[in-house]
Nanobody
Framework: QVQVVESGGGLVQPGESLQISCATSGISFGIYRMEWYRQAPGKQRELVAGIHSGGSPYYADSVKGRFAISRDNPRKTVHLQMNSVKPEDTAVYYC???????????WGQGTQVIVSS
């Protein structure tokens, strides 16, 4: 059974840092591209960051220089380090496991991040 479970969300003040994580099981993690998406109220889901199976990352312009994605293949986990957060980073953050079109992709249930003073 495949599981994709996000954790680490919560309330954080503007300018502070937060790390969210995504733990997976039941997939060959090493061959998956892992991505973080977010969806704010009333807005479409958007790509935040991703990391290829080989480890190279990519980011949305809105978070470049502030967020860092990393993966731990032995633990089948991906992390998103969020620094210098802004109120506009407030959203539900979703983890996405994508096998580059070779099979089914998977989504987690999301973790809420609220940036507010």
């Amino acid at each position: 059974q495949v599981q994709v479970v996000e954790s680490g969300g919560g309330l954080v003040q503007p300018g502070e840092s937060l790390q969210i994580s995504c733990a997976t099981s039941g997939i060959s993690f090493g061959i998956y591209r892992m991505e973080w998406y977010r969806q704010a109220p009333g807005k479409q889901r958007e790509l935040v960051a991703g990391i290829h199976s080989g480890g190279s990352p990519y980011y949305a312009d809105s978070v470049k220089g502030r967020f860092a994605i990393s993966r731990d293949n032995p633990r089948k986990t991906v992390h998103l380090q969020m620094n210098s957060v802004k109120p506009e980073d407030t959203a539900v953050y979703y983890c996405h496991a994508d096998p580059y079109g070779t099979g089914r992709d998977y989504w987690g249930q999301g973790t809420q991040v609220i940036v507010s003073s």
